[in-house]
């Protein structure tokens, strides 16, 4: 057990960690760009992020306070991911599998950062 959290905390899973991070910043700022969200450097902050992915649904960001309630949290993050792959048109198949598969989820995340095949659709009414 001491070897998975040394390899949990150790300084390459922190470098991988912050590549990993940066990669995905990356991939939310050409969401932004796709759903014309004026501000996409906010897509760097870890909080903004999540207000960013609410308004390209079309809700508010203080539907984020939401997530602090557990179970709650799951079931909403469950219908607002369907609404995300909804507003940019992704087939059923791939919205079941990117929610229920992570690491599917966050390769097809990137798909569509830099597919010029997947357009948003979504009506979403941030633009600060």
């Keep these: 057990m001491d070897n998975i ?8 899973a922190a470098i991988i960690e912050i590549i990993n ?10 969401l932004c ?3 014309n969200v004026r501000n996409q450097w906010l897509a760097f902050a870890p909080f903004l992020q ?3 992915f609410l308004n390209i649904i079309d809700r508010s960001g203080w539907y984020g306070l939401l997530l602090i309630i557990p179970i709650v949290n799951i079931v909403l993050m469950i219908i607002w991911l369907t609404e995300f792959y ?6 059923r198949l791939w ?3 990117s929610i229920v598969i992570y ?5 097809y995340m990137l ?4 597919s010029e095949k997947i357009d948003y659709i979504g009506g979403g009414s941030y633009r600060y």
């Design 5 to 12: 959290f040394y390899l949990m905390t150790s300084k390459p």
């Design 21 to 30: 991070y940066i990669i995905f910043s990356i991939a939310w700022c050409k």
């Design 33 to 35: 760009e796709k759903a």
């Design 50 to 52: 999540i207000i960013i």
């Design 86 to 91: 909804n507003s940019f048109h992704i087939n």
């Design 95 to 97: 919205i079941v599998l």
């Design 103 to 107: 690491p599917i989820g966050c390769i």
């Design 111 to 114: 798909y569509m950062a830099y």
